[in-house]
């Protein structure tokens, strides 16, 4: 795996946010699981031009890259959940979708560690 750098310092930050949003604790300006779950997302926007980002323009229909997709729809549709309080099962509730969240971001950020077994 290439770029084991990347993917250690993600988890780090995957795994404050989770505790920042889970904590009973004001930190900085995360209250909660919802404000915890918008940061981790638009972190994960930025953090995707690191990962999964790269394949799109490598090979568009690698199986690599459609599972970076589906990862990544799971997270936007989280995300946007959370931004403008949709009831959607599961997402719905802030708790749930900041652990969601996470699992997808982490799993978009090892599949990018296989990167180098697209073809160039």
Not at 28 to 34: A, D, M, S, V, Y
Not at 82 to 89: C, D, I, N, T
Request: a positive charge; proline letters at 3%.
């Amino acid at each position: 795996m290439r770029n084991i750098q990347i993917l250690i310092f993600e988890i780090v930050i995957v795994g404050l946010m989770v505790w920042f949003g889970f904590s009973e604790h004001k930190i900085l300006f995360l209250q909660g699981p919802r404000s915890a779950t918008i940061s981790l997302g638009i972190i994960g926007m930025l953090l995707c031009t690191l990962s999964v980002g790269k394949f799109v323009s490598a090979a568009p229909a690698h199986p690599l890259t459609i599972l970076g997709y589906l990862f990544g729809t799971i997270a936007m549709l989280t995300f946007l959940s959370q931004v403008f309080r949709w009831k959607l099962p599961f997402i719905g509730d802030a708790h749930t979708a900041l652990i969601i969240l996470a699992v997808c971001m982490i799993a978009k950020s090892t599949i990018a560690r296989f990167s180098y077994l697209l073809a160039k």
